[in-house]
């Protein structure tokens, strides 16, 4: 008698969830969900499909969150898998109350990994599940199943995965950043007609697992210099008159925050190290001058996005923390009391140092005639 894989299940023969998305509407779970046919998506991989991919998104409503899940199996039609699930979206909605006790069936049910993107939005999940990938290709390579290529060529918000985001969010004294998924509908066009595309847009300050509110791109440009998973981030300096004078691109920020106590509060010291190069130039500058500019852009820019978090009641750098592990017994006694333990003065010293690969002197708009090298490296090329 010959043995054979008799309960094996061909890929037809399965639903597919690949993105799970979270709302609340009149006190009930609205679950949805994004569904795909694999079958396309591997056609995808030996080259571009002739049509755009079919996109099936579901919405289920329930008193809790796993009664509304239980409803999609109603209309299922055959076995639905939930191990490919690579995207969770959670509404602002869901953000504004205790989001943990709402994600519990989501690390209950053994078939959910724990490795999915994780974003929290205020847009319609429906729509956001059926924004086209480009050139026909799936939804899976949107940045909403894998941001983490575009994150490298530009490192604005970190992308966080399930597991990181649950773990810091039970973390004391610790605020977690969620990306905020959004609709871009004015950068892309398709034979004259608007083609919209996913964008990241901002974040969710999530603290004691509640949202303290939406913060959008233009109010943490310092933020990216605290995370030393930036890869490449461009900032534009100014000259003397205040006129924009080169782009320079960063990376690979080392950062260190330090603590000190002053009259029983906690004052924090941020030293950024910062590695970069020169991509535009567009008046005459030595690379010191560069160095110390962009330096200067740094600093303001780690400054204003601390006061936009205060401004708030946020503490966007999670300096908080930094008192929690180093002095748990002060933290405490903040804690319990009325006293607040950021504010404004808490940043006291913010100490930044650029240096440039290469400035590209050869290459700098010399109006005055070339500029002195300021490197042996530089004269010497």
Same mark, same amino acid.
């Given at each position: 008698m010959? #043995?054979g894989?008799?309960?094996i299940?061909?890929i037809? $023969?399965?639903n597919y !969830?690949?993105?799970?998305?979270i709302?609340q509407?009149?006190?009930?779970f609205?679950v949805?969900?994004q569904?795909m $046919?694999f079958?396309a998506v591997?056609k995808?991989?030996?080259?571009k499909?002739?049509k755009p991919?079919? /996109?099936?998104?579901s919405?289920?409503r329930?008193?809790?969150?796993?009664?509304?899940v239980?409803a999609i199996? *109603?209309?299922?039609? /055959?076995r639905?898998?939930?191990?490919?699930?690579s995207?969770?979206?959670?509404s602002?909605? =869901?953000?504004?109350?205790?989001?943990l006790t709402k994600l519990?069936t989501?690390g209950?049910y053994?078939?959910i990994?724990?490795t999915?993107?994780?974003?929290g939005?205020?847009? &319609?999940?429906?729509?956001?599940f059926? =924004?086209?990938?480009f050139f026909?290709?799936s939804p899976?390579? #949107?940045?909403?199943?894998?941001?983490s290529?575009e994150y490298k060529?530009r490192s604005?918000?970190v992308? +966080? %995965?399930?597991f990181d985001?649950?773990?810091?969010?039970?973390e004391?004294a610790?605020?977690?950043?969620?990306?905020n998924?959004?609709i871009d509908?004015g950068?892309?066009s398709l034979?004259?007609k608007?083609n919209?595309?996913? =964008? +990241?847009n901002?974040?969710y300050? +999530?603290?004691e697992v /509640?949202?303290?509110?939406? @913060?959008?791109? $233009?109010?943490?440009?310092?933020l %990216?210099?605290?995370?030393?998973?930036t890869k490449?981030?461009?900032?534009?300096?100014?000259n003397?008159?205040?006129k924009?004078?080169?782009?320079?691109?960063?990376?690979n920020?080392? =950062? %260190?925050?330090?603590?000190?106590?002053?009259?029983?509060?906690?004052r @924090?010291? +941020?030293n950024v190290?910062l590695?970069?190069?020169?991509v535009e130039?567009l *008046?005459?500058?030595?690379?010191?001058?560069?160095?110390n500019?962009?330096?200067?852009?740094v600093?303001?820019?780690i400054i204003?996005?601390y006061k936009?978090? !205060?401004a708030?009641?946020?503490?966007?750098? &999670?300096l908080?923390h /930094?008192? @929690?592990?180093?002095? #748990?017994r002060?933290w405490?006694k903040?804690?319990?009391?009325?006293?607040q333990?950021m504010?404004?003065?808490?940043?006291?010293?913010v100490?930044v140092?650029?240096?440039?690969?290469?400035?590209g002197?050869?290459?700098?708009?010399?109006? *005055?005639?070339?500029a002195a090298?300021?490197?042996?490296?530089?004269?010497g090329?």
């Open positions: 010959l #043995t894989c008799w309960d299940k061909e037809q $023969d399965m !969830i690949t993105a799970i998305g709302d509407e009149d006190g009930d609205v949805y969900t569904m $046919d079958t591997a995808t991989e030996t080259g499909a002739e991919p079919q /996109v099936w998104t919405k289920t329930g008193k809790t969150f796993d009664m509304a239980n199996y *109603d209309s299922a039609q /055959v639905t898998s939930w191990s490919h699930i995207c969770i979206l959670i602002d909605t =869901v953000l504004k109350s205790k989001v519990d989501i209950r053994q078939e990994r724990m999915p993107w994780v974003y939005t205020n847009e &319609s999940i429906e729509q956001l059926n =924004v086209p990938a026909n290709l899976l390579n #949107t940045i909403a199943h894998e941001p290529e060529q604005y918000i992308p +966080i %995965r399930y985001f649950m773990a810091l969010i039970t004391p610790s605020t977690v950043l969620l990306p998924l959004s509908k950068t892309w034979n004259q608007e919209p595309k996913l =964008v +990241i901002g974040v300050a +999530i603290s /509640v949202s303290k509110g939406f @913060f959008p791109n $233009d109010k943490l440009t310092g %990216r210099w605290m995370e030393p998973d490449r981030s461009h900032v534009m300096i100014t003397k008159s205040g924009y004078a080169a782009n320079v691109v960063l990376s920020p080392k =950062v %260190r925050k330090e603590l000190s106590i002053v009259n029983g509060m906690p @924090f010291h +941020i190290k590695g970069g190069n020169v130039a *008046d005459d500058m030595n690379k010191t001058e560069m160095e500019q962009a330096a200067a852009e600093r303001e820019e204003s996005t936009n978090g !205060i708030s009641k946020t503490d966007l750098y &999670s908080e /930094v008192l @929690f592990k180093k002095d #748990t002060l405490k903040i804690h319990r009391s009325s006293v333990p504010d404004a003065g808490s940043l006291e010293t100490h140092e650029v240096h440039l690969d290469h400035a002197m050869k290459l700098l708009p010399h109006q *005055d005639g070339p090298p300021t490197t042996k490296k530089e004269a090329s």
